[in-house]
């Protein structure tokens, strides 16, 4: 079975390779024809092949395509996955998709380029690991992190090419033409530790944090040390062996410190920029996260442009920002670049992975020398486990928690090259490197070893050795708390010892932040809001609010009425005497949850409409989309709301009339008529439950479907059983139903005036003023979104309590909004 | 290291400081600005005394020492200060200043108002406290026991988060 279903799928790929080599044979013979045809117009032609107007576009979109369905193809089966990593058996495809393109044109027509890799595909994936750069372990380990990358990317580096030119001398290789200066060359672009590579390999083995971001982290800041040993090292293969002096050497150097930390600096002014630019852009939240990926890629481009080091920029960039920018930016920016982050990272890197296995099916780049490969292969492996070894021993000395020596080892191992060496060799001139494809080859090789060989023996590698992995698990808030004051522990007792240590700079760049940083790069609205014992508070708050809805919907309305108080279970005990002050300050969405769990348990019921009104409240406020309601992107639904509105509108006024002049005893319409019977048939159930069960039954009501009359109608019907079920002031609460939907809601408000006709003893107690349809005309005046519409159930009921405190606070909030909707200004409430 | 060779080392480098310590207008600047400095100053001090000798002082920054490994555990002998337990006590005991074995709500939230006082309402403070006793309460006595306070960290890494180098 699932052979055919993979069979199916590489059918499908290899008809979209035919079809994406014959557009080239094609635009091959038709490049002749055309030359041919314009000479000879006979007519108009109805339809023509335009393939030279489409071509490159074409052939890159098809290329992506290609790549995203070896994706497909890849992880459509788990088991093979999990042994070998995905990187792997992208590159093998990649092999399989050379192999049909070197059969249909007999030379690679497709392959890596330099060009391509370092300014298109790269970018994106440095940006997205600058971006959710863990900041806090990033910093605490940027010691062993700054000593692994230059130290140990040097070491390598010269350890390499001095043993490969020694090997030489001693005849291991056979006939080379490669001098001393060549082989550091070589040595210098090999040495270097991939992050594309390490991310790929090391995301389904999740390691520890700290040596993952030990190793990651070395990967990218090497980049630093790479880019100024290539260089130099071209520069004196130019120059020639004899001009070099301690001059050029010096020279060197400096320009090592130059290209770093220019990069970093680099980064760093661009990462401010995105952060002033996300301050001011209040009013175009639509195209934020433009900014983002703009400012970014610009920060690559620039250093770039400026010889400095490209990947230190943009990670500096993105490390710098990433906080202030989450702080600024609305949620769905925020989402919305985490995503398309993620996505073109992703992307990138399978297409990397891809070409790099197209790139080797060549015949005219491979040269052989069996001693060369070899050689390179062992040293790398052995240098790297030595270096790794080496720098770790002192710095366990200096270290809090000294690195395990089982973590070095999987250190060494990690140590995987990737495309950045095949572009960096690629790259090379070869007039002046006469064996540049034997160090291509080699290359290519050394790549296809670690990323496929070490990737998949990672993971059994890991698990024999049982390293320590990462623990996934979610903050609860007293470990939030207990941090806090871990840290506050540390510093104080830092203090007492007069040590300064990592807890003292700490603390120093806090303070430091939040004096300046904060006010210039964070908006106003956006400091307020920093504490994290809070946030985290409010997301858990948040979550809990969720499933609350969501368990209602799954139990169904009817078992709410029911078991309301067993259905709750994702509640856990009651608090011990809780007091319950309900607030209405904006932020405050923590007290209403708590409160409503207390009043699960059937606490007072004035307690319960405070805990309902406050839960929806803080459901109300935490969406925001209903924002663009009036942009040009918002989804159609929205534009059904308007028409909605209107009809509400037109028919609540006419309904108002029907009912004042039906209370005086004048015939009802009698489109009225047709629903009482069944308003009636509905109401004969008595079920003296618990109010509670009512709002649950809405919330249960609003699915996001709101599809035709009967929905209306079988809401309208819940709702006028658990209309019953309260004491009194019923009334007031069965507009409620009719608002719980976008479709004719007109039909629903027909039913107000019916009620109180039809039900004298419900409603002998109730007040029927003007009072009680307010409220549902304010209610239905929100929009019925499906926060929004349990934020209208609320105020109804508590009006139908009619304590004047909250009817008034009902008020302003209405008001607020009425300048969105241009609504008649509600009745004044009952005096 | 055994304690004893651990205050002998201690020595030199504390004496300078332990004096300022026992002086009676004990005063590190920084720690006024620290919001729990108070409780820290107060957990030096063992409980009913004035002044602080200078073991005591050595056995409270023991705490902070890096988890030892290898170290053969006798059953028999009491709790390590450096071991994980030790540390959890430690940072316990800032929490119970009435020394009644629990965190109660009360307790939790002046620690709380303490940590977070400016930006966050009365109100707010209270429904946190009250949401994390709910979340780290097992028996459901309302207070957070040692018990049940040492396994809602359990996933913490005390390695990292409670450990001071003093000794090169």
Redesign the interface.
């Known amino acids: 079975m699932g052979l055919h279903r993979h069979a199916g799928l590489w059918l499908l790929v290899s008809a979209m390779l035919l079809c994406c080599v014959s557009p080239l044979k094609a635009e091959l013979k038709n490049s002749q024809h055309d030359s041919h045809s314009n000479s000879n117009i006979t007519g108009i032609s109805i339809v023509s092949f335009k393939w030279e107007h489409v071509k490159a576009p074409y052939i890159v979109a098809v290329w992506v395509l290609v790549c995203f369905l070896c994706k497909l193809v890849i992880e459509a089966n788990h088991h093979v996955t999990s042994i070998i990593p995905e990187s792997a058996l992208l590159i093998c495809a990649g092999f399989i998709l050379g192999g049909i393109i070197w059969g249909a044109d007999h030379q690679q027509t497709f392959s890596l380029t330099p060009v391509v890799f370092f300014y298109y595909l790269l970018p994106p994936i440095i940006v997205d690991s600058g971006y959710h750069m863990p900041n806090k372990l990033f910093f605490?380990n940027l010691g062993a992190i700054l000593v692994h990358a230059i130290i140990g990317t040097c070491w390598n580096a010269a350890t390499l090419g001095l043993s490969l030119w020694g090997c030489q001398k001693g005849g291991a290789m056979g006939d080379l033409d490669i001098g001393l200066l060549q082989y550091l060359l070589f040595g210098s672009l090999i040495a270097a530790v991939d992050p594309v590579a390490v991310l790929a390999v090391f995301e389904q083995v999740h390691v520890n944090d700290v040596l993952f971001i030990l190793v990651f982290g070395e990967s990218l800041l090497n980049d630093g040390v790479t880019v100024v040993l290539f260089n130099v090292f071209d520069a004196f293969v130019t120059l020639g062996g004899a001009q070099i002096d301690a001059v050029e050497i010096i020279k060197g150097i400096i320009s090592f410190f130059v290209v770093a930390f220019g990069g970093s600096l680099l980064g760093m002014v661009f990462g401010i920029l995105m952060c002033f630019l996300t301050r001011c852009t209040k009013n175009i939240e639509i195209i934020e996260p433009g900014f983002i990926f703009v400012v970014g890629y610009l920060s690559y481009l620039t250093a770039e442009m400026l010889s400095l080091s490209a990947i230190l920029s943009c990670v500096f960039c993105g490390v710098c920002c990433q906080k202030y920018i989450n702080a600024n930016m609305n949620e769905n920016s925020v989402k919305t670049v985490k995503y398309v982050m993620k996505v073109l990272a992703n992307g990138s890197e399978t297409m990397i992975f891809v070409f790099l296995g197209i790139s080797a099916i060549d015949k005219t780049i491979w040269v052989w020398n069996t001693g060369f490969i070899l050689l390179t292969l062992l040293f790398i492996f052995v240098y790297r486990f030595i270096g790794v070894f080496l720098l770790t021993w002192p710095l366990n000395?200096y270290r809090?928690?000294p690195l395990e020596f089982i973590d070095q080892l999987i250190m060494g191992f990690g140590g995987l090259r990737g495309a950045v060496a095949y572009g960096l060799a690629v790259m090379m001139d070869e007039k002046k490197i006469k064996e540049k494809n034997l160090m291509v080859s080699t290359t290519l090789i050394v790549v296809f070893f670690t990323v496929i060989i070490q990737g998949i023996l990672m993971k059994p590698v890991v698990t024999w050795l049982k390293v320590k992995r990462a623990?996934l698990?979610d903050l609860?808030?007293?470990?939030k708390?207990?941090?806090?004051?871990?840290e506050?522990?540390?510093?104080?007792?830092?203090?007492?010892?007069?040590?300064i240590?990592h807890?003292y700079f700490r603390d120093k760049w806090k303070n430091f932040e939040e004096k300046w940083m904060m006010w210039m790069l964070m908006k106003p609205s956006a400091r307020?809001?920093?504490?994290h014992?809070?946030s985290v508070?409010h997301q858990?708050n948040l979550k809990d609010a969720v499933e609350y809805v969501t368990e209602g919907e799954r139990s169904g309305s009817l078992e709410f009425i029911r078991n309301d108080i067993t259905s709750f279970r994702i509640w856990?005990?009651p608090?011990?005497g809780?007091?319950c002050?309900p607030?209405r300050?904006d932020?405050?969405p923590?007290?209403s949850l708590?409160m409503h769990e207390q009043t699960m348990n059937g606490l007072r019921e004035m307690e319960d409409l405070n805990s309902h009104h406050l839960l929806q409240e803080h459901l109300y406020k935490g969406r925001k989309q209903h924002r663009h309601r009036f942009s040009r992107n918002h989804l159609s639904i929205n534009t059904d709301e308007d028409e909605v509105q209107e009809i509400f509108q037109r028919t609540m006024r006419k309904r108002l009339e029907s009912f004042k002049s039906a209370k005086m005893g004048m015939a009802l319409p009698k489109t009225i008529s047709k629903h009482t019977k069944k308003e009636q048939q509905k109401v004969r159930t008595p079920n003296g439950k618990n109010r509670i069960s009512v709002d649950e039954v809405r919330l249960a009501m609003t699915p996001p479907s709101p599809t035709g009359l009967e929905v209306m109608q079988t809401q309208a019907g819940f709702n006028m059983t658990s209309a019953t079920l309260g004491s009194h002031g019923n009334t007031p609460s069965l507009p409620v139903s009719v608002a719980g939907g976008i479709e004719n809601p007109a039909f629903m408000a027909d039913l107000d005036p019916v009620v109180p006709l039809q039900i004298p003893p419900w409603l002998a107690e109730a007040e029927l003023d003007s009072g009680g349809v307010a409220p549902s005309q304010r209610a239905q005046a929100r929009p019925p979104l499906t926060a929004g519409d349990l934020r209208r159930l609320a105020p109804l009921r508590i009006s139908t309590q009619s304590t004047d405190s909250f009817m008034m606070a009902d008020i302003p909030d209405a008001e607020q909004r009425r300048d969105s909707f241009d609504l008649p200004p509600p009745p004044p409430p009952p005096p | 290291l055994s304690f004893l060779e651990c205050s002998w080392r201690f020595c030199g480098r504390f004496k300078a400081l332990w004096m300022k310590a026992a002086l009676p207008d004990f005063k590190i600047r920084e720690l006024t600005e620290n919001p729990i400095g108070g409780r820290i100053i107060a957990a030096f001090f063992p409980p009913e005394k004035e002044r602080l000798d200078f073991p005591s002082f050595v056995r409270i920054l023991a705490h902070f020492r890096p988890i030892g490994k290898n170290r053969s555990r006798d059953r028999a002998q009491p709790e390590q200060a450096n071991s994980r337990t030790g540390k959890l006590k430690f940072a316990f005991e800032l929490y119970d200043q009435d020394r009644d074995g629990k965190i109660s709500r009360e307790e939790l939230l002046q620690v709380l108002r303490a940590m977070l006082g400016l930006q966050v309402t009365e109100e707010q403070l209270r429904s946190i406290a009250e949401r994390a006793i709910q979340e780290a309460d097992l028996d459901g006595d309302g207070a957070i026991s040692f018990d049940e306070f040492k396994k809602s960290l359990e996933k913490v890494d005390m390695e990292h988060k409670m450990n001071i180098r003093f000794l090169k």
């Open positions: 605490s000395r809090l928690v623990t698990h609860t808030l007293i470990e708390v207990q941090n806090r004051v871990f506050h522990m540390l510093v104080a007792v830092e203090d007492i010892s007069g040590q240590g807890n307020k809001t920093q504490d014992v809070f508070f858990l856990t005990e608090e011990v809780a007091e002050s607030c300050r932020p405050v923590s007290v708590e």
